[in-house]
């Protein structure tokens, strides 16, 4: 390995690279400290833990070390996808810069944003930015970007993941063609090619080994559980968590919602937990890596967007609550423990509905982890692979029976309580129906009875719901021999069917132009259309 003095530094950076305990240089440095100090782009291909953050930021400090910043119009850009992974490089910035008239600002969500506003007014050299707030305060006109003369874009795949490519192409875009631009990421999927293509000039391409054999200090542990319910998920991570000499320990999960149904699992049962992940204020976020970090938290529950990046030292246990759906994300995950040679344990839940994402991984890393068998009764959990709490499916079917048998009992209803037309006609009762009489029953054939449907009624007048005077017209249709014994109570009134006319009360449709109109001499039996009234010239 090569040391730092070897690579073109100046005094001053070597002194704060000394003063961090550092003296020999990663690969990833190794190659792109030399090619930042000449200015020219580097596209950076490594992972998590390769000391790329050292390899921009040193060479940065050494470049911007003459000139000074203006106001609103910081020399150097960073953009990371993540508050914590921003608040990281701010913080390595800090440390490498020490011995230097250079200032920076950080701009990230969830915090006020007049003390940054104050810091831009005073003007920066070094502005390190999520993508959101960054373009925030330049619509509300607070930030100028055409005086970048360097860009470093971190994590870029990870942007991706997070739908924060379209940010990024406003902001190259936003920024001098003259900068020098370093682009760094973990994988090259096919967009964040074509961003490179797009924006970066003739770039030095250099690509770090990838951890994908994981470090020997790491004892990986794979654990098999009969059902995919979540509830048989918790039972197994509280059963670890409980075996194991826990000194502290990251629980990741795959989806936001599940990092905090986990840890509140956690903290019922008695656990030192507590969660992280971009939906939770930047406040409780700080505090709470704070806490883990300084051994006041013993468990830290993440996603894996919001722990990406994080130099979290001395972890002594990962679990993988969930697989992950992306291989290298798991490479990430294990890679919290481990470090600086110290030993670390690692465990992976797996459900049967987790076969797939399992093979991804044992691929690989191209190893088969040492199966664990759990001591406990899994006779009580469900076995559904519901996300929504395993619930099975004949207990549903079991739940609504007696809701249909409820809705069998009772009686059909047409909209509103309107009469259906539908409804078969029969002959009027002899004698009115007393108000206090039951209410009618319409009676319906066998076949009907069979099939009940429900209709669209016709829209009537009020004096349907009034009784019908025994002198009224009446329409018969024949009644079934089942109907012809039932009491007269039983047995509805059907109202004579009204024209269109009738219904319209005398008001003028909308074809009655008032003039004189003339028959068509054909008689009634004329089809409607053609008996439509024609204006006559004189």
């Known amino acids: 390995m090569t040391e730092f003095s070897k690579l073109g530094l100046s005094p001053t950076t070597l002194q704060a690279v000394a003063d961090t305990g550092y003296t020999t240089a990663t690969p990833i440095q190794e190659q792109a400290i030399p090619v930042a100090l000449a200015g020219r782009d580097v596209l950076g291909i490594a992972q998590t833990g390769t000391g790329k953050t ?29 508050r914590e992974l921003a608040d990281q490089v701010a913080e390595s910035f800090g440390k490498y810069a020490r011995g230097t ?31 959101g707030r960054l373009l925030d305060l330049f619509e509300r006109g607070k930030i100028l970007l055409t005086g970048v003369e360097i860009m470093v874009v ?19 875009k936003l920024t001098p063609p003259r900068r020098q631009t370093l682009f760094f990421s973990a994988t090259m999927p096919p967009e964040i ?90 406040s409780l976020r700080t505090k709470t890596l704070a806490s883990f970090r300084s051994g006041e938290l013993k468990l830290l529950v993440a996603s894996d967007v919001a722990a990406r990046g994080l130099d979290i030292p001395d972890v002594s246990h990962v679990f993988n609550y969930d697989v992950s759906h992306h291989a290298d994300d798991y490479v990430h995950r294990i890679g919290r423990t481990g470090r600086a040679g110290k030993k670390g344990q690692t465990f992976m839940i797996v459900t049967p509905s987790d076969d797939k994402s399992l093979d991804k991984v044992l691929k690989l890393i191209k190893m088969d982890p040492e ?64 108000a206090t009489a039951p209410e009618p029953v319409a009676a319906v054939s066998a076949e009907q009875a069979e099939k009940p449907r429900r209709t669209r009624s016709r829209r009537g007048s009020k004096s349907e719901t009034a009784p019908v005077a025994a002198d009224a017209p009446a329409v018969s249709a024949p009644v079934p021999a089942s109907a012809a ?11 004579p069917q009204l024209t269109q006319a009738e219904r319209r009360g005398g008001r003028k449709g909308k074809d009655d132009d008032g003039g004189p109109a003339k028959g068509s001499g054909f008689g009634d039996d004329v ?12």
């Open 485 to 495: 014994a039932a009491p007269a109570a039983a047995v509805a009134v059907q109202e």
């Open 193 to 282: 090619t074509r961003l490179t293509q797009q924006f970066l000039k003739d770039p030095t391409r250099i690509e770090a080994s990838r951890p994908a054999m994981t470090a020997d200090t790491i004892a990986q542990y794979l654990v098999r559980i009969p059902s995919s319910d979540p509830k048989a998920k918790r039972i197994a991570l509280r059963a670890l968590v409980g075996r194991e000499d826990v000194k502290n320990g990251i629980v990741f999960c795959n989806r936001k919602s599940e990092v905090d149904v986990v840890a509140k699992s956690l903290k019922q049962h008695g656990f030192d937990a507590a969660p992280i992940h971009g939906d939770l204020d930047q």
């Open 54 to 82: 050292a390899a921009f930021t040193l060479p940065m400090v050494d470049r911007l070390g003459s000139g000074r910043a203006r106001a609103r119009m910081p020399r150097a850009l960073v953009l990371a996808p993540t």
């Open 154 to 172: 971190d994590e870029a795949d990870r942007m991706l993941d997070m739908g924060f490519i379209p940010d990024i192409e406003r902001i190259f």
């Open 371 to 434: 199966e664990l068998t759990l001591d406990i009764d899994w006779s009580g959990v469900g076995s559904g692979g519901s996300a929504r709490g395993g619930r099975k499916a004949p207990e549903r079917a079991e739940r609504k029976a007696p809701e249909q048998a409820e809705q069998a009992e009772k009686p059909q209803r047409s909209r509103g309580g309107r009469r259906s037309r539908s409804e078969p006609a029969v002959e009027a009762a002899a004698a009115p129906v007393e």
């Open 101 to 131: 008239k250079l200032n920076w600002a950080l701009l990230i969500g969830g915090v006020s944003m007049g003390e940054q506003v104050a810091l831009l007014d005073k003007g920066v050299d070094v502005l390190i930015a999520t993508p």
């Open 527 to 538: 089809p409607a259309f053609l008996r439509r009234p024609v204006p006559v010239s004189s």
